[in-house]
């Protein structure tokens, strides 16, 4: 059974989510004044971190190979600013994890 899950994003550029394994990251959006991702998960599997980069318009993207894009919020206040979300795709090694420990938030 999947159910639809949300994840408030934090204010960092890098950072790590906690989820259920083959969670599939559908969207980001605003809630009020908080940053969320919405995923389909299944709740029984084990949890895996993934890995969200934010960048706002006219930013620098740092290597921008293996970022999949999973949306774009933007607050008519201005705060937060525009900003584009990526998941980034670890490769298939046994340094994967070594390198998203890196990310920190």
């Not at 895996?48 to 190979?65: C, F, K, N, Q």
């Not at 990526?86 to 490769?91: L, S, V």
Request: proline letters at 5%; hydrophobic letters at 40%.
């Amino acid at each position: 059974m999947r159910k639809m899950l949300k994840f408030e994003l934090e204010g960092a550029r890098r950072q790590r989510i906690k989820m259920p394994a083959g969670a599939a990251i559908l969207s980001v959006g605003l809630q009020g004044s908080a940053v969320c991702l919405w995923a389909m998960v299944d709740p029984a599997a084990a949890d895996e971190w993934r890995a969200v980069e934010s960048y706002g318009t006219d930013h620098d993207i740092d290597s921008p190979e293996g970022l999949r894009f999973i949306g774009t919020t933007a607050d008519a206040s201005g705060s937060p600013p525009v900003l584009h979300h990526f998941e980034r795709r670890a490769r298939r090694t046994t340094r994967t994890a070594g390198a998203l420990e890196g990310l920190g938030s």
